[in-house]
């Protein structure tokens, strides 16, 4: 197992169109400890691919270096990196039978003599799964089979670093479900450093040790899902991270309280001036329906989530709209004027000019 290191790499490509640079890297540093599972989300188009493809060495960073244990990528022979990459598409060669495909690299290095042994662990562990699929072309698999038989044949080499892009992105809720169930167990029985990109952010919470945010090139934040949730740095954390999204409202400082249009009086840091712009945070979960509240709110909408027991409730009232959980049981009717509290504990304060956050 290895511990990646990545240093200040940026990395920009040519518009062939119109001979523009377009960034896709931005001074990008992150520390994957061996035999740990990151997992990386960000919009469309922020640099996912980009950042696992200069890990991999398939692409050269204009600047900044990749480090495997300290040693440099660029020094570091092909054969040598132990690399195994699953892509949304999976990667199987179209003619094979699956368990051909999974052997090969053993086959390559001429330890064909294991390839039953280890074929069979990896089975074992992915449930019957696996095993009636091994016999089977990549046109006889579905897409999420495919996947499996994509992820057997990366576990099946000698890796030191296990790189996924997006690999259940094409299977429908349930087999997606499933197949990370199986993922999940098979990183633990093979712990290999690995590095999970997605745009789900329940498959990157239940995958991986930590999450690195990133936007527009620049990793934003890295850290537990929890410390994403409740410490965010910033208001494009704050929003990405949690769902339903956070609750945001726009006031001001007021000698050292935080005022809005629906709610306010709650204590800011001291050394802020009256009158500096800034944006309150609470997330959903944190909002309640009360007899007796803070401030009215009409009722835009009811979601029942019936798994979480919960009703998710919109309201508005003088401009602004916001989103509140409250008992599955609670009656709650479109279009009547509701009551509604917050847990002050709970509120995040942003610059609002910035973004940045501060308290
Ligand atoms: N080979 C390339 N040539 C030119 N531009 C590229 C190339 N690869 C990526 N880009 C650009 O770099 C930026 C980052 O692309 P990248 O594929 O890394 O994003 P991503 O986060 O993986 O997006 P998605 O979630 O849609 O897969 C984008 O603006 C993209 O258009
Ligand atoms: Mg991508």
């Avoid at 919009?43 to 980009?50: L, M, N």
């Avoid at 060495?57 to 270096?65: E, K, L, M, Y």
């Avoid at 610059?351 to 501060?358: K, L, M, N, P, Q």
Wanted: aromatic share 6%; with cysteine; glycine share 10%.
């Amino acid at each position: 197992m290895t511990t990646i290191t990545v240093e200040h790499v940026s990395k920009s490509f040519e518009n062939e169109i119109n001979r523009s640079r377009v960034t896709a890297l931005r001074d990008v540093s992150l520390k994957v400890q061996s035999g740990d599972v990151l997992g990386i989300l960000g919009p469309s188009g922020c640099g996912k691919s980009t950042l696992l493809r200069v890990i991999a060495g398939i692409f050269a960073p204009d600047s900044g270096r990749v480090l495997y244990d300290d040693v440099d990528l660029k020094g570091i022979d092909l054969r040598e990196r132990g690399i195994g990459m699953v892509f949304q598409e999976g990667a199987l060669i179209p003619h094979w039978e699956a368990g051909e495909s999974v052997s090969f690299f053993l086959r390559l290095r001429k330890r064909e003599a294991e390839v039953p042994e280890k074929l069979k662990q990896i089975a074992k562990i992915t449930g019957i799964g696996l095993e009636k699929l091994l016999d089977r072309r990549p046109g006889q698999l579905s897409g999420g089979e495919r996947q499996r038989v994509g992820i057997a044949r990366a576990l099946s080499r000698d890796l030191r670093l296990l790189l996924f892009d997006e690999p259940f992105a094409n299977l429908d809720a349930k087999y997606r479900h499933e197949a990370r169930v199986e993922l999940k167990r098979l990183l633990n029985a093979f712990p290999v450093t690995s590095i999970y990109v997605t745009h789900d952010q329940t498959e990157a919470i239940a995958l991986s040790h930590r999450i690195a945010i990133m936007r527009e090139g620049h990793m934003e934040q890295v850290g537990t899902y929890q410390q994403l949730y409740s410490n965010p740095h910033n208001l494009f954390v704050a929003t990405f991270i949690g769902s339903p999204q956070m609750n945001l409202f726009h006031g001001h400082v007021e000698d050292g309280v935080w005022r809005g249009e629906n709610f306010g009086g709650y204590p800011i840091r001291r050394d802020l001036a009256t009158g500096t712009r800034v944006t309150m945070g609470i997330r959903p979960e944190h909002m309640r329906l009360v007899p007796e509240g803070e401030t009215l709110g009409v009722v835009d909408s009811v979601v029942p989530f019936y798994a979480e027991h919960h009703l998710l409730v919109t309201l508005h009232l003088a401009g602004e709209q916001w989103s509140v959980m409250t008992p599955l049981n609670h009656p709650v009717e479109l279009g009547s004027t509701v009551q509604c509290s917050l847990n002050p504990d709970e509120v995040l304060f942003f610059d609002t000019a910035s973004g940045v956050r501060i308290g």
